[in-house]
């Protein structure tokens, strides 16, 4: 089983930038993939990026991929999603995800994910 926590959400202004963090525990040698998801009520949970834990590679969702860079410390076991030039409709619950299963472009995102975060909020005001 592998856990995660999410944490660096908040409340930011238009055109700031946040960093998120996706900690992870449990048996993260099995990990493949770790990617971010984001939902707003009412609303579809909407693939944000994703990379494969020991190679590094990234997928982007097109029409999130300005201003957002995903990455890794594979040796502490941590993801982060940086988020710059933040607008307000990117306001949402981030969660972070990943998967034991192997996946590459597309697939990534459509990918059943085993391990899910508790979410953590970003507010972007106007």
């Known amino acids: 089983q592998v856990q995660l926590v999410e944490s660096g959400g908040g409340l930011v202004q238009a055109g700031g930038s946040l960093s998120l963090s996706c900690a992870a525990s449990?048996?993260?040698?099995?990990?493949?993939?770790m990617a971010w998801f984001r939902q707003t009520p009412g609303k579809e949970r909407e693939f944000v990026a994703a990379?494969?834990?020991?190679?590094?590679?990234?997928y982007y969702a097109d029409s999130v991929k300005s201003g957002f860079t995903i990455s890794r410390d594979y040796a502490d076991n941590t993801g982060y999603l940086k988020m710059t030039n933040l607008k307000p409709e990117d306001t949402a619950v981030y969660y972070c995800?990943?998967?034991?299963?192997?996946?590459?472009?597309?697939?990534?995102?459509?990918?059943?994910?085993?391990?899910w975060g508790q979410g953590t909020q970003v507010t972007v005001s106007s």
């Open positions: 995800a990943a998967d034991d299963n192997y996946c590459s472009g597309y697939g990534c995102r459509r990918l059943k994910y085993d391990y």
């Open positions: 990379i494969s834990w020991s190679g590094g590679i990234t």
């Open positions: 449990g048996r993260t040698f099995s990990m493949y993939v």
